[in-house]
């Protein structure tokens, strides 16, 4: 089965700084995606940014990128010149994609912009 | 284009009451996901629907669960009679036909007294 972890609990980071949040996932698929997400107080699950397996090139989207390492199976997220909408859970999430188009969600980080 | 919406936003019931939530897809999304969210975690897939048949069901605890998807749009989750344990955020999802990203709603919180 697969799992996903999200080791550092909470994370801290001054405003436009940058801030770089750790995932590692367990599977034996070759095919699959990853996604972060980040859920505000509001409760409303955001994506941030999606990465196919397949492909090699790192996913960006603005101030956000990630890091994927397909052989260590490792997925962090970088944000730069963070800001203060940036407080948030973020969550990391794998996906099987196509017929079995399920979820595995990590524990989260929450992360804290300071001023 | 509107996203998914849920409601209520908020319900308080008193254990062993019923309970229901409604969910309506982003349109033309013809894959509909229930998810359970305790405090501190990761959403859990309760069930998936594609269309109006439930794919995946495996996780929904059957005993006070229930769901339906009549015309393959807008859904419903029941449980009868509520438990403590119950107490939690139930997020509602959608993804296109064939397509890898799920869009969410912005949930519904139950508190079981």
């Known amino acids: 089965a697969q799992t996903v972890t999200q080791s550092q609990p909470e994370m801290s980071v001054q405003e436009a700084e940058t801030v770089t949040l750790s995932c590692t996932y367990d599977t034996s698929e070759s095919n699959y995606y990853l996604f972060w997400y980040k859920q505000p107080p509001s409760r409303q699950m955001i994506l941030v940014i999606r990465?196919?397996?397949?492909?090699?090139q790192n996913a960006t989207e603005n101030r956000f990128s990630v890091n994927f390492q397909k052989a260590a199976k490792s997925f962090s997220l970088k944000i730069s010149d963070s800001q203060l909408g940036d407080t948030a859970m973020y969550f990391c999430a794998f996906g099987h994609g196509g017929a079995t188009n399920k979820l595995i969600f990590g524990t989260g980080t929450l992360l804290a912009v300071q001023p | 284009e509107a996203g998914v919406v849920q409601s209520p936003r908020y319900k308080i019931i008193e254990k062993k009451q019923p309970v229901a939530f409604w969910c309506n897809p982003i349109?033309?999304?013809?894959?509909l996901y229930w998810y359970l969210q305790n405090l501190g975690q990761g959403p859990e897939l309760l069930i998936r629907?594609?269309?109006?048949?439930?794919?995946?069901d495996s996780q929904l605890p059957k005993d006070r669960f229930s769901a339906e998807r009549l015309k393959g749009v807008d859904s419903t989750l029941k449980i009868q009679p509520a438990e403590l344990g119950d107490s939690a955020v139930y997020l509602c999802a959608s993804s296109a036909e064939g397509g890898d990203t799920q869009y969410f709603g912005p949930g519904t919180r139950l508190t079981v007294l």
């Open positions: 349109s033309g999304h013809n894959t």
């Open positions: 990465q196919e397996a397949y492909k090699q």
């Open positions: 629907y594609e269309n109006e048949e439930a794919v995946d």
